[in-house]
């Protein structure tokens, strides 16, 4: 059987390794930063290009899919019924943080996520 200066020895040397394999991580995850740098600049600006043109009729669009979208959800939900939206208008949010959280949570409950 082993002593106890060989146990406190393989445990050292053991912690060691283990410390040493995590700075050399550290410094590998470190030196992505400057790896991927030039490839970050360039892929910044071409959105904001593509924001800039589109925003237009952006707000149209938007409004027309969002009515497109609540249409289609309320004609699923009643087949039978026959329906014309004829405006849709968002309320303020009254509730407060804790309760917006709980209707999440009851949503993501009943949806299954």
Known sequence: MASG???GM?????????FAVLIILALIIFCFRYIFKENQK???????K??????GDSDK?????????I???IADTNPDMRFVVRSIVRLPDASSSWGRIAIQEQTNT???R
Do not use: H, W
């Not at 360039?42 to 904001?48: H, K, M, R």
């Not at 593509?50 to 925003?55: A, D, T």
């Open 110 to 112: 009943r949806t299954g």
């Open 5 to 7: 200066n060989e146990l």
């Open 50 to 55: 593509v924001l800039e043109e589109s925003k």
């Open 61 to 69: 669009m938007m409004d027309e899919e969002l009515v497109a979208v």
């Open 42 to 48: 360039s892929a910044v600006n071409e959105p904001e």
């Open 71 to 73: 249409a289609a959800a």
């Open 10 to 18: 393989v445990t050292v040397v053991g912690m060691g390794i283990v």
